[in-house]
Structure formats: structure tokens, C-alpha cells
């Protein structure tokens, strides 16, 4: 016959088992992709072309 265990041993073990699902929650919530809407524009469109910058020497 299994021994019964205290009512505060169950309450230590579920919210031992509450708080390791919120950090597994909030830990796979935050290991998702970028937003790609925001991120910076490549080197290409930020720089002027070569050409622009040879001519404006003068």
C-alpha cells in the first residue's frame, strides 16, 4: 500500500510543477523567429552606388 504524503508535500510539488511550466512557457514564447518587418535594410539601400560617389568629388 503506497504511503500517503502530506497535504503540503502535494502543494510544494505542484507549485514546483506551476513554475517549471510558466519558464518553459515563457522560454519557448521567446525562442520565436525575428519580426522581419522590422529589422534594418541591407548595406545595399543604405549606401549611395559607387557611381554617386566618384562623381561628387567634382
Known sequence: MPVRTR???????????ALAAVTC????????????A???APAHEIAPPA???ASSDG
Open 7 to 17: 497535504a503540503a508535500e502535494r502543494y510544494a510539488r505542484a507549485v514546483a510543477a
Open 38 to 40: 522590422h529589422a534594418p
Open 25 to 36: 512557457l515563457l522560454l519557448a514564447a521567446n525562442a520565436g523567429p525575428t519580426d522581419s
Open 51 to 53: 557611381e554617386e560617389l
